[in-house]
């Protein structure tokens, strides 16, 4: 399979969510997405003003979580989340669904919570990633979530949030891009470690990928295609803080 340097680096959705991140962390893993041009930056909510400030000029996304990391916040409480994050600058947000609700079999408090968060950022020209955390779930329940997004129009379903007991699978990956609609989009979280296994992921139809290795990542990339290091990532990526 043929690539550019952007086919992939567009792919990156850079990690800055484990709670023992610094603020010296946060500004570093900006800085890093910007010299690296990845897709987005997914950061702590409370430091998403600062990262859309960072982004600025770029063509790095900013974008932070809802309902992190177990989806159980009531549906209201995450509509506020996902206001004061986009008013805070978020472009892309990622929700997690409510796990327990999913597993419950209470498919219309599902669907009316995706829909309010979806409804809510599309209402501000932004874009919404709904997180499954496959690893809790039945095939039964990752096909209606599915259809589901569909449905109310997400713009993403996304494996898992990175910090569950598992991430994303190949298996899973085929099954969520099997059953969501055409324009909705699918995003591999958790376990996608190497350059190979982004590729592979990225024939099945992925298009977006969390990673807190972008950098190690994209600089496997730029060898395999013979083009220069990135020298002015602005600070050393702190890989050994996530679980992604």
């Known amino acids: 399979m043929s690539y550019s340097y952007a086919d992939v680096s567009k792919m990156l959705d850079h990690s800055l969510l484990n709670p023992t991140m610094t ?10 997405a910007v010299a690296y041009d990845c897709a987005s930056v997914c950061i702590q909510p409370y430091y998403l003003k600062r990262c859309a400030e960072l982004l600025a000029g770029s063509t790095v996304v ?4 809802i309902g992190f990391p177990h989806g159980g916040h009531t ?9 004061q994050a986009l008013k805070d600058g978020g472009r892309e947000l990622d929700m997690v669904c409510n796990i327990s609700q999913v597993l419950s079999g209470a498919w219309d408090y599902v669907k009316q919570d995706i829909k309010e968060v979806c409804d809510c950022t599309h ?4 874009k919404l990633k709904v997180i499954f955390e496959n690893c809790y779930l039945k095939d039964e329940h990752k096909i209606r979530l599915c259809e589901i997004c569909g449905e109310v129009g997400a713009d993403w379903v996304k494996t898992s949030t990175g910090y569950g007991s598992g991430g994303a699978t190949l298996d899973d990956l085929r099954l969520m891009r099997k059953h969501a609609p055409e324009k909705t989009q699918v995003k591999a979280a958790g376990g996608v470690r190497d350059l190979d296994t982004l590729l592979q992921v990225r024939a099945i139809g992925v298009t977006r990928c969390g990673s807190s290795r972008s950098g190690e990542l994209l600089d496997e990339v730029r060898r395999r295609l013979n083009l220069p290091p990135i020298t002015a990532a602005g600070g050393a990526e702190v890989a050994a803080k996530s679980s992604y």
């Open 23 to 32: 603020t010296a962390d946060f500004e570093a893993g900006c800085r890093l």
């Open 62 to 65: 900013p974008s932070t979580v």
């Open 123 to 126: 209402a501000a020209g932004a």
């Open 75 to 83: 549906t209201k409480i995450k509509v506020a989340e996902a206001e």
